[in-house]
């Protein structure tokens, strides 16, 4: 039998807890069945007047311009739950509190739909007292007083550093520590996406973003990394301007995530079997790994206060998910106003040929698409065939030659000048760092100001060169499409033969010196033989389109539009399979 009722008016001025009341204030965990979750008290308060047991609830709004709640809108209310959040297990609707008049009537459908999902008692909380009317979503209620609901899941692939969390008192985050039973590693805490819904003002809204550990947050302390790094410095005083954008603008922070300390080219030496590579690999392994993460934001911002820059003149937003409408869509509200509301052309340097055949029938379908025909130029021959007058003579690889290292490692190396000399200062000798890092640190330090003047002049020269040559900005809307290296298989327990030294401009260089968007697309996958269990499974095979500053949503577009005309997969699957 379902019990209604109504709920009075509570005073809008209800103290807040005391000191004493602390505890009630704390996050509380608890289970239903195997999965977890924990309650946090809102930042208003919000009460039922009905038991606390079973202590779970959904709000339901019921619009203004009905009077009763009939059997099939109410199934839709449910389904739409149940579509948007994957949160909200049935027993949330143990009770329920919907917020109209409380003259609103139910039809007997209505009654017989709630006590079929197991409903014990409804409530009707009057909209015309907004102090009692909780926003619609799922609660858990203590002492009469609902709380949030959040998800926990265990972080396994172990790409989170910290988990985050809202803390109890103000509007920063708190690192999130929570032992349970049966999750041996790190734990994160997820918010229903019926918490914070889109809306005009906050379009993200419901959106999960993990953080690289680059970017300050307010409270946290940031550490790319290194221990050594993190034992020098206390926690930011304030979060990042890019980070505190999206905040703003609805989405909730999750954590931050793991990366090659001091963003080099170090390995991560951790469990596991394959590299992950590249200095953002925790964000990529936590949206590759988790169904429960949106987004990951890596660094390659806009804006830049409060990030630990690397190569401050070049570095570039980047960012991680799992489809290309995703992606455009996050791009479209974080970048904001940073961007304007063909023919390609095409380098390639692989040597695997099944890999080659992958990207070659990409190609086909990215003709058909754009209804144009590509033209494969490599940039060394279009050099020698049209060079820059400052070359004097000279072949791009040996005018570019030290170039890459001499500017952004040098600058890279020198951003972090302060922290060794704060560190040797503080502890009486030098921080510990990896073996690559050290060895990069140590060539690093002998490259002059006047080498790293020559490498600024020339990469001027090639940025021009290749905005007028290549891009062809104001007569061509030219996109280049380039690889994603040249793949081989990758183990951890396997040394690297060098430590990464470039030599003139690699791939993953060339949109942050043209300061241009580029969209990396999975396309497809090769075989190859698992040493670690002798079978046989698949590489993903990726490429990236890069095209003028301010085409970044066009080139999402170009690209969705391939993969559906060509009935190509658009999106990735946070599994071991890449495809659906």
Same mark, same amino acid.
């Given at each position: 039998?379902?019990?209604?009722?109504?709920?009075?008016?509570?005073?809008?001025?209800?103290?807040?807890?005391?000191?004493?009341?602390?505890?009630?204030?704390?996050?509380?965990?608890?289970?239903?069945?195997?999965a977890?979750?924990?309650?946090?008290?809102?930042?208003?308060?919000?009460?039922?007047?009905?038991?606390?047991l079973?202590?779970?609830?959904?709000?339901?709004?019921?619009?203004?311009?009905?009077?009763?709640?009939?059997?099939g809108?109410?199934k839709?209310?449910?389904?739409?739950?149940?579509?948007l959040?994957?949160?909200?297990?049935?027993?949330?609707?143990?009770?329920v509190?919907?917020?109209?008049?409380?003259?609103?009537?139910?039809?007997?459908?209505?009654?017989?739909?709630?006590?079929?999902?197991?409903?014990?008692?409804?409530?009707?909380?009057?909209?015309?007292?907004? +102090?009692? $009317?909780?926003?619609? #979503?799922?609660?858990? %209620?203590?002492?009469? =007083?609902?709380? *949030? /609901?959040?998800?926990?899941?265990?972080?396994?692939?172990?790409?989170?550093?910290?988990?985050?969390?809202?803390?109890w008192?103000?509007?920063?985050?708190?690192?999130?520590?929570?032992?349970?039973?049966?999750?041996?590693?790190?734990?994160?805490?997820?918010?229903?996406?019926?918490?914070?819904?889109?809306?005009?003002?906050?379009?993200?809204?419901?959106?999960?973003?993990a953080?690289?550990?680059?970017?300050r947050?307010?409270?946290?302390?940031?550490?790319?990394?290194?221990?050594?790094?993190?034992?020098?410095?206390?926690?930011?005083?304030?979060?990042?301007?890019?980070?505190?954008?999206?905040?703003?603008?609805?989405?909730?922070?999750?954590g931050?995530t793991?990366?090659?300390?001091?963003?080099?080219?170090?390995?991560?030496?951790?469990?596991?079997?394959?590299?992950? +590579?590249? $200095?953002?690999?925790g #964000?990529?392994?936590? %949206?590759?790994?988790? =169904?429960?993460? *949106? /987004?990951?934001?890596?660094?390659?911002?806009?804006?830049?206060?409060?990030?630990?820059?690397s190569?401050?003149?070049?570095?570039?937003?980047?960012?991680?998910?799992?489809?290309?409408?995703?992606?455009?869509?996050?791009?479209?509200?974080?970048?904001?106003?940073?961007?304007?509301?063909?023919?390609?052309?095409?380098?390639?340097?692989?040597?695997?040929?099944?890999?080659?055949?992958?990207?070659?029938?990409?190609?086909?379908?990215?003709?058909?698409?754009?209804?144009?025909?590509?033209?494969?130029?490599?940039?060394?021959?279009?050099?020698?065939?049209?060079?820059?007058?400052?070359?004097?003579?000279?072949?791009?690889?040996?005018?570019?030659?030290?170039?890459?290292r001499?500017?952004?490692f040098?600058?890279?190396?020198?951003?972090?000048?302060?922290?060794?000399?704060?560190?040797?200062?503080?502890?009486?000798?030098?921080?510990? %760092?990896?073996?690559?890092?050290?060895?990069?640190?140590?060539?690093?330090?002998?490259?002059?100001?006047?080498?790293?003047?020559?490498?600024?002049?020339?990469?001027?020269?090639?940025?021009?060169?290749?905005?007028?040559?290549?891009?062809?900005?104001?007569?061509h809307?030219?996109?280049?499409?380039?690889?994603?290296?040249?793949?081989?298989?990758?183990?951890?327990?396997?040394?690297?033969?060098?430590?990464?030294?470039?030599?003139?401009?690699?791939?993953?260089?060339?949109?942050?010196?043209?300061k241009?968007?580029?969209?990396?697309?999975?396309?497809g996958?090769?075989?190859?033989?698992?040493?670690?269990?002798?079978?046989?499974?698949?590489?993903?095979?990726?490429?990236?389109?890069l095209?003028?500053?301010?085409?970044?949503?066009?080139?999402?577009?170009?690209?969705?539009?391939?993969?559906?005309?060509?009935?190509?997969?658009n999106?990735?699957?946070?599994?071991?399979?890449?495809?659906?």
């Amino acid at each position: 039998m379902i019990i209604p009722s109504s709920t009075q008016a509570y005073p809008a001025n209800l103290r807040r807890a005391t000191h004493s009341q602390i505890n009630t204030m704390l996050p509380k965990p608890f289970s239903i069945g195997p999965a977890h979750f924990v309650a946090l008290r809102p930042a208003k308060d919000f009460f039922t007047l009905r038991p606390s047991l079973p202590p779970y609830v959904t709000v339901i709004h019921v619009n203004d311009d009905r009077t009763c709640v009939e059997e099939g809108r109410l199934k839709g209310n449910i389904a739409k739950y149940e579509e948007l959040d994957d949160v909200v297990p049935v027993d949330f609707l143990s009770g329920v509190i919907f917020t109209r008049s409380p003259k609103t009537e139910f039809t007997p459908g209505a009654y017989q739909l709630l006590q079929s999902l197991g409903t014990k008692w409804i409530e009707v909380a009057d909209t015309a007292h907004p +102090a009692s $009317s909780a926003p619609p #979503g799922i609660y858990y %209620v203590i002492d009469k =007083q609902l709380h *949030d /609901i959040w998800s926990i899941y265990e972080g396994s692939r172990g790409a989170f550093l910290t988990a985050l969390f809202p803390a109890w008192m103000g509007d920063c985050l708190s690192i999130f520590v929570l032992i349970l039973k049966n999750m041996q590693t790190i734990v994160v805490a997820v918010p229903s996406r019926l918490l914070t819904t889109a809306t005009a003002s906050q379009p993200l809204g419901g959106w999960r973003v993990a953080v690289k550990d680059i970017f300050r947050i307010e409270g946290v302390k940031t550490s790319v990394c290194n221990r050594a790094s993190y034992g020098l410095y206390p926690p930011a005083s304030q979060t990042a301007a890019c980070i505190k954008l999206l905040e703003e603008k609805g989405a909730r922070i999750l954590g931050t995530t793991k990366l090659a300390a001091f963003a080099a080219t170090e390995e991560p030496i951790e469990y596991g079997y394959h590299s992950r +590579a590249g $200095s953002s690999s925790g #964000g990529g392994v936590a %949206v590759a790994s988790y =169904q429960w993460v *949106d /987004i990951a934001v890596g660094s390659d911002m806009l804006p830049v206060e409060g990030y630990l820059p690397s190569f401050e003149q070049s570095d570039m937003p980047t960012f991680f998910s799992r489809t290309v409408e995703i992606c455009k869509e996050f791009a479209k509200h974080w970048y904001v106003d940073k961007l304007p509301h063909s023919k390609p052309s095409y380098m390639s340097f692989i040597t695997n040929m099944e890999h080659l055949k992958v990207i070659e029938n990409f190609v086909a379908d990215l003709e058909k698409s754009m209804r144009v025909n590509t033209t494969e130029s490599p940039s060394t021959e279009l050099w020698d065939s049209d060079p820059p007058e400052h070359a004097k003579g000279q072949s791009l690889q040996e005018y570019m030659k030290d170039v890459g290292r001499n500017f952004f490692f040098h600058d890279d190396y020198h951003n972090f000048d302060e922290f060794r000399e704060n560190y040797q200062r503080v502890f009486k000798k030098t921080p510990y %760092v990896s073996p690559p890092v050290r060895w990069q640190w140590n060539l690093l330090a002998r490259i002059t100001k006047e080498e790293r003047g020559i490498a600024v002049q020339r990469l001027s020269v090639y940025e021009k060169w290749c905005s007028e040559k290549i891009l062809q900005i104001g007569t061509h809307n030219t996109i280049i499409l380039t690889p994603i290296e040249n793949m081989t298989p990758r183990y951890r327990d396997e040394p690297p033969g060098r430590y990464f030294n470039p030599v003139g401009v690699p791939m993953l260089f060339v949109a942050p010196i043209l300061k241009a968007p580029e969209f990396t697309v999975p396309i497809g996958e090769i075989p190859f033989l698992f040493k670690v269990t002798g079978n046989v499974e698949q590489r993903p095979v990726a490429v990236s389109l890069l095209g003028a500053p301010g085409r970044d949503l066009e080139l999402m577009d170009i690209a969705r539009d391939c993969l559906v005309q060509a009935g190509r997969p658009n999106c990735v699957l946070a599994s071991a399979k890449l495809f659906p």
